[in-house]
């Protein structure tokens, strides 16, 4: 007995109109029903497309298996540069403050302060505070010191310290004392779009110590408000604070975390006994991992251990005196650094925090005078191989050994170093990283984002800097780079760029302006805590970088090109093969997500979401599904053996129902739903408090949920934009990038007209003819035809995903506005033990029948009954109505009937109630009746309200069988 032909041999004449009439209407075909398919199956498929195509590695496997050929890459001829300036032109420093470097007599720095959105310059003892996104602003001057100020620096204070009002805190070092200020930002007044509009400095004379002869040289804040400063003795300082005096502790000292016995000594012994002092040039936090990192002017680097929360007192762990000889005996450092070499090219200007988004194992770089990098660990148990395992699921998951809340901080060891960034790039030219091709005087850098910028000395005199940029390329490798057989993870390739204009002054700092995610803090972009991701994920829920260099000629803003906002910029280009170049680039699947996020986002041009639609049913940009031909070996040797008599052919099994080979554009699809819902698809929803178990709570924030669920049902809107689009169109699909028309996107409809004249071509031709053609054509269009239909109801299901994803949002939103605790008591015991172990996914994909979310719903509008009164306005019709509208999967128009017929009920009862107790209170018009004497006046009254209350107790009766009734009528349906 032979096997069942495969789908799409069968016959397709008999109801072939029927099929083209449910395609064309955006329908399912019957029997192959996506609305009846489990959402649970649309997500495995979701997460296997989209794992296929989304690959994320640990920064060190992608340093280690980088190939010196490719390193470096230089951006696309014609593309958008990455760097674009945002600042109309570079503004002059404020005249106050260039009249006041006239009359400078001892030191001046500058800086700039992104948090609060100013640029700061200290001139002798007086601090100079401006807008630097807007010319003309009228800098906040402070004079309240009488030395020269040395030393000045940003952080986010203890709560509980200081008075609410007081959002940040200004450190001021002089040469004699350390002092605070407090910072108050605030919109304003009668606007409130700005949050730094206004600014005042507010003096605390109690938070004031001395510096004991100390020059402060360098200062770093962490995000739990410890205080950090370097001196010019070579230690390191911690200053610490507190509301109030105690007997243990003072409102305000200083702490030295480094010398061991030389804390206590006199400060003049130390400079002939231990030798001239270093000064500390930087101070570096990681708030991640809670670590301090300090790099002296030799280069060397010491770590400090800030314990598990970050609050604990800094304590040093590790020390690096000899960076050179470190770096020089790895074995790729070896092509990059070499013992004996000039100290002045290996010395360490920049220190950055690599964010554990990006690795667990690399967990800081050092970047050189002459722009080489090197990588650093604080873990000693840091070896080869790949840094992340796999859960059932597919999320990442950390080996204990990685986690910083398990390991803290032991060594300083390197790992792993780069060369420097290549020549100005010349078009057509292969990019090598030769260190002895360029010789670079860096003299600021920051790092951010997997983005590396540096600001190099230019012009003859060295008094312009020159900008470059060294991002990493997402871009799919050349054929020719080779996966590394190690770890599997490809090498670390970078595409280099700099600003195509000379920034006149020395730049004296970078920095990077505080970008908030869309999402809340409860939510990560790359789903698990901890998982890896990249700018490609990070790009859907933040916008473009923006930075900010300071030189001593003013402040120039810039901003950074994502590859989305790349993509956005050929797309109004409208240049066909500029589109092209980009989605071979990236691959069809990466771009088509990347044209989702486009034209699936608020307040976007139409003509930018039209330009979107076009490329993704362009098949020259996406291609198109395609099903398997079954011409291999194995169908032919089961044809011959059915054909001889051989009996039946034992080879390779044959899949009946194979799935096609899916467009870019419905991997796109998939790629940009699963990055979508990542952020809360395995977070708890309403959980008990950690302090507190018996108070209930909701873990998604407001913001999250709102956000979520606009894009979701954005994406669904344009889902069956699209169908409604390919429907007008006929399915045809127009060859945007080429310019014309590039054909049916399955070669024709298949309809009968066709067949036949395929059936005469055939039988004209001859036998002959007929064999050397056979059914080949009629076969493959088949085969597109049923690749396009399977393709069609799998986004047919992933729209219904989104949806049913957006409904869950809003139930959500609506439950975390009411009391959830209330709600939760309203709710059996095994409902709560449920609900405690509820996460989003559970939420989404549960089957039909009796759910948590149903009883959630009816706890909800229980407690609406019980607060509102039964049904009145504002009560269970508007939430009924709310609900139905936004979220048809949880309640639906059976329910709303129900709660409100429910509702009216209890209104009814309370009439009731009300009209019952009329008949124990005597009225005042009745007592002044027995008070008169008047009987006759007081029978009448009894009289007239005893059929008053008969009448009422009458139509409350009434109207309340009728609404049972109703309630039974919508019980029994």
Known sequence: MSAPPPMWQHEVRVGHDQQRR???????????????????????????????????????????????????????????SMLRVTSPALPDLPAMVQDKYRMCQTVCFCGVLPEIRRAWASIDNSLFLWRYDRSGDVPVEY????????????AKPRSGVFLAAIQHVLVLATTVEIVLLGVCTSPAKGEGSDPYEELSLQPMPLYSIPSDNVIMTSFAASATGGLFLGGSDGHVYEIQYAANDGWRQKRMSKVRVTGGLQQMLPTFLPSFLFGAAVPVD?????????????LSANSAIQVFDLGPSGSDPA???????????????????????????DKRGTAIKYLAVIPMAESWKVHLMAVTSNGRRAYFTTNSLVRGGSSWGSSRDGRAVVPSHLDPKKTRPTVLQAIDARGPLPQAPVIGARVTADPNTRVMDVTAALYSQGTLLLAESAGPDGRATRLLLA????????????????????????VVSDLQQIIPGETTAISCVPQTS?????????????????????????????????????VLELERRRPVDVLQALLQERAPEKLQQFFEAYGAPEAAAMCYLIAASENQSLRLVEEAANALENPLLVGQPLMPDGTGAGAEAAHNAGATGGGIYMGTAVNPNPEPEWSGAHKGLALYISRLLAPVWDNKLITPGSRDPNVWKARLLEATMTVLEQKLRALERFLSQSAARRKARGFKASGAAGGGDAGSLFLGFLDDSTNRMHNADNTAAGPAGAAAFGDAPFVKRQRMWNAFIMEEQRNNAIRQLASKAAQALLLLRTVAAANVNRLVNRLSKDAQRVLKDLNFRDLVLEGSGPSLAGQLVAALVADQLETNGGGTAGGVAELAN????????????????????????????????????????????????????????????????LHQIIRSLQLAFDNTVTVACNLQAIDSV
């Not at 930087?282 to 990192?293: A, C, G, H, N, T």
């Not at 972009?525 to 030189?551: I, K, N, R």
């Open 471 to 494: 991002a990493r390329n997402y871009t799919l490798p050349p054929p020719s780079v080779n996966v590394n057989l190690g770890s599997g993870a490809p090498g670390l390739r970078e």
């Open 282 to 294: 930087k101070l570096v936090v990681d708030d991640e991992r809670q670590i301090l990192y300090s």
């Open 882 to 945: 709310a609900l139905q509208a936004g979220a048809p999967a949880y309640f639906r128009d059976q329910d709303r009937q129900f709660f409100q017929v429910t509702g009216a009920l209890l209104l009814h009862v309370v009439q009731l109630a009300r009209i019952a107790n009329v008949v124990h209170i005597m009225p005042a018009q009745y007592e002044e009746a027995c008070c008169c004497h008047n009987v006759s006046k007081a029978s009448k009254y009894c009289h007239g309200r």
């Open 22 to 80: 449910a395609a064309t209407a955006g329908q399912q075909l019957p029997g192959n029903d996506a609305g009846d398919e489990k959402l649970s199956e649309t997500w495995r498929h979701v997460k296997g497309v989209a794992r296929d195509e989304s690959k994320h590695y640990d920064l060190m496997d992608l340093v280690r298996n980088a190939r010196r050929e490719d390193t470096y890459q230089f951006p696309v001829p014609g593309w958008p």
């Open 315 to 341: 304590k040093k762990v590790a020390e690096l005196t000899d960076f050179l000889g470190e770096v020089a005996r790895l074995p790729t450092g070896r092509n990059v650094f070499t013992l004996g070499e």
């Open 518 to 554: 869309v999402l809340g803090p409860d939510a990560h972009p790359g789903g698990s805590w901890g998982a890896m991701q990249d700018e490609l994920v990070a790009q859907m829920f933040s916008g473009p970088p923006q930075l900010v260099v300071v030189s001593t000629a003013g």
């Open 143 to 154: 004079c309240g010191e009488e030395q020269a100020i040395v030393c000045v620096g940003l």
